[in-house]
């Protein structure tokens, strides 16, 4: 990662994110890998997390019910 690379801060929505403070990237509440926000497909809306993968999200979610 670069010194030009940010975390961004996101509001998670239904349909999508909206962009809280600007920045390249999230982590992924469970692994901790940082995703491109042009990669980032999964988050959960209640939680406020994005995910790797779809694989990591059903895992979490189901682990809390």
């Given at each position: 990662?670069?010194?030009?690379?940010?975390?961004?801060?996101?509001?998670?929505?239904?349909?999508?994110?909206?962009?809280?403070?600007?920045?390249?990237?999230?982590?992924?509440?469970?692994?901790?890998?940082?995703?491109?926000?042009?990669?980032?497909?999964?988050?959960?809306?209640?939680?406020?997390?994005?995910?790797?993968?779809?694989a990591i999200a059903?895992?979490?979610?189901?682990?809390?019910?």
């Open positions: 990662m670069s010194s030009s690379e940010r975390l961004a801060v996101l509001r998670y929505e239904p349909n999508g994110f909206r962009v809280i403070a600007p920045g390249t990237h999230v982590k992924c509440a469970v692994s901790g890998e940082s995703l491109q926000l042009e990669a980032l497909r999964y988050w959960c809306v209640e939680r406020q997390e994005a995910y790797a993968s779809c059903t895992k979490r979610l189901a682990e809390n019910g």
